[in-house]
């Protein structure tokens, strides 16, 4: 298993603003994963972050709006640019078991809520 | 990407048993089918992996016929704690494919 930080767990910013979301991992992994929870919504993944490598972005997502850092194994940094209320959501950092039994088993930070004004 | 189907919503009584059925006619051959459980203001956690048949851990079981083209999530006896929202994913390595989450089922539990 895996456990994961997300700072901060919560944030209101102003519209035109940027903030950064961290996400610690307590072991290294290869691939960490991006997702966006709006309200009452399911997850949509935006980006794949890989250790040492530009991350992948999914249909929809641009690195100028969603910049993504991995400096090393067990940390990684996605900032929200210029944000507007639209982007009003729960940011999800997530992490692939490395040593479970289970394929493609994910395991979750607890999301940092971002409120938009 | 293989495309799940869950029912939106269900209700049930404490005690009783729960099965929730996903649609995933595109499966791929090397797909996996998982299914995790999300809490309010908590990211989702996993319950249940299987590839065919059925498979049991100590929080549920999951049913998959031979075609694999649906399965079955069954939570026994079901308590106020199990209400939450249920998310059925097909793939394998999600470094090789992205695990995409559908809609999933908001399970509610009632005494």
């Known amino acids: 298993s895996a456990v994961i930080s997300q700072k901060p767990s919560r944030d209101i910013c102003q519209r035109g603003t940027s903030l950064t979301i961290q996400c610690q991992v307590d072991?290294?992994?290869?691939?960490m994963f991006w997702y966006r929870q709006q309200p009452g919504q399911s997850l949509t993944l935006i980006a794949t972050?890989?250790?040492?490598?530009?991350?992948?972005?999914e249909s929809g997502f641009v690195i100028d709006k969603f910049p993504i850092s991995r400096p090393n194994l067990t940390f990684s940094t996605l900032t929200v640019s210029n944000m507007s209320p639209e982007d009003s959501s729960i940011y999800l950092c997530?992490?692939?078991?490395?040593?479970?039994?289970?394929?493609?088993?994910?395991?979750f930070g607890e999301g940092s809520r971002l409120t938009v004004l | 990407l293989a495309k799940t189907t869950q029912p939106i919503s269900m209700d049930s009584y404490e005690g009783q048993e729960v099965n929730i059925t996903c649609s995933h006619n595109?499966?791929?051959?090397?797909?996996?089918i998982t299914w995790y459980q999300q809490f309010p203001s908590q990211g989702p956690r996993f319950i249940i992996q299987?590839?065919?048949t059925k498979v049991t851990n100590e929080v549920a079981s999951l049913f998959i016929p031979a075609d694999r083209k649906s399965s079955t999530l069954s939570l026994p006896r079901v308590s106020l704690s199990d209400t939450a929202v249920y998310y059925c994913?097909?793939?394998?390595?999600?470094?090789?494919?992205?695990?995409?989450f559908g809609k999933g089922t908001r399970l509610s539990v009632i005494a």
């Open positions: 595109n499966i791929a051959t090397n797909d996996y």
């Open positions: 072991s290294q992994v290869t691939m």
């Open positions: 972050a890989n250790q040492g490598s530009e991350a992948t972005y």
């Open positions: 299987g590839y065919k």
């Open positions: 997530s992490v692939e078991d490395q040593e479970g039994s289970n394929t493609g088993e994910l395991f």
């Open positions: 994913l097909v793939g394998d390595d999600p470094g090789n494919t992205p695990l995409v």
